[in-house]
């Protein structure tokens, strides 16, 4: 768990996304840094729009690690030849709070929940949040694959 959460808390580059809706421009995660330690510090969430800020509320090491969102990046880059910025990218996805639970496993292993509060004013309702709800579990894979592969290759190193 300790080794999972230093990649939880700040993680480097992910690989550039192949899934087609974020190269079509809606924003993924790129990386994560950290600015402070334990409740208090700010950690930065970089997508490929720029950065959420989560000011962390709960720094449990190595088990809970909880934040709020006070800023975040657009939605999406629209893809157009001109520079445009409509509407319907400000304030009608947002997100609250975020948080991570790492959970030892009896084999030594370690299972990494990620779950994000957001509120979505899209409308209908009904049928963007089946869009949003399915993009941010796009989005949390991509993390939690990163965060694992991470790890597993810091423990190979480590036996070698």
């Excluded at 840094?33 to 700010?42: K, P, Q, S, W, Y």
């Excluded at 991570?100 to 963007?128: C, H, I, K, Q, V």
Aim: with cysteine; proline share 9%; aromatic share 12%.
């Amino acid at each position: 768990a300790e080794r999972v959460w230093r990649y939880v808390v700040a993680f480097p580059p992910l690989p550039e996304p192949s899934e087609l809706w974020f190269r079509a421009g809606i924003a993924y995660p790129q990386r994560a840094e950290i600015h402070g330690r334990g409740v208090g510090a700010i950690r930065h969430c970089i997508f490929s729009t720029g950065a959420f800020v989560e000011p962390i509320d709960v720094w449990d090491e190595p088990r809970r690690l909880a934040f709020k969102v006070t800023a975040q990046p657009p939605t999406m880059k629209e893809l157009s030849p001109f520079k445009i910025h409509p509407p319907h990218l400000d304030d009608f996805l947002v997100s609250h709070r975020g948080e991570f639970l790492l959970e030892e496993l009896p084999d030594g292993r370690t299972r990494l929940a990620g779950t994000t509060w957001y509120s979505n004013r899209m409308w209908p309702t009904a049928y963007w949040n089946l869009w949003s709800d399915a993009i941010l579990h796009e989005i949390h894979g991509r993390v939690l694959e990163h965060v694992r592969d991470l790890a597993e290759r810091e423990e190979r190193a480590a036996s070698s």
